[in-house]
Nanobody, 125 residues
Framework: QVQLVESGGGLVQVGGSLRLSCAASGRTFSPSLMGWFRQAPGKEREFVVAIRWNSGNAYYGDSVKGRFTISRDNAKNTVYLQMNSLKPEDTALYYC??????????????????WGQGTQVTVSS
């Protein structure tokens, strides 16, 4: 079993920055992918970014390219999401997720096996 705990959300003004963290615990942690998704009220869960755990290669959703950066610390079993130039449309509940299947990349939430509880990001204009 794997537990994922997000932190770092909050209220920020347009153009500001936040850094989210996702710490994993439980079984020997070696996922194929770690991902961040977000869900705004009344909308479907949206893929934000994923990172290959071993190689560190990252893949970004179009809406966040150039503004968000994902990184990971394998020794700490932690993944980070640095969010810059935040916009009101970035307001959402942000979830981290771990995929243990044989994926090089997947954007589909159903392919991820474990999820955190989410951390709220609110961008005020």
């Amino acid at each position: 079993q794997v537990q994922l705990v997000e932190s770092g959300g909050g209220l920020v003004q347009v153009g500001g920055s936040l850094r989210l963290s996702c710490a994993a615990s439980g079984r020997t942690f070696s996922p194929s992918l770690m991902g961040w998704f977000r869900q705004a009220p009344g909308k479907e869960r949206e893929f934000v970014v994923a990172i290959r755990w071993n190689s560190g290669n990252a893949y970004y959703g179009d809406s966040v390219k150039g503004r968000f950066t994902i990184s990971r610390d394998n020794a700490k079993n932690t993944v980070y999401l640095q969010m810059n130039s935040l916009k009101p449309e970035d307001t959402a509940l942000y979830y981290c997720a771990a995929a243990f299947g044989a994926y090089s990349l997947t954007y589909f939430a159903n392919d991820y096996d474990y999820w955190g509880q989410g951390t709220q990001v609110t961008v005020s204009s």
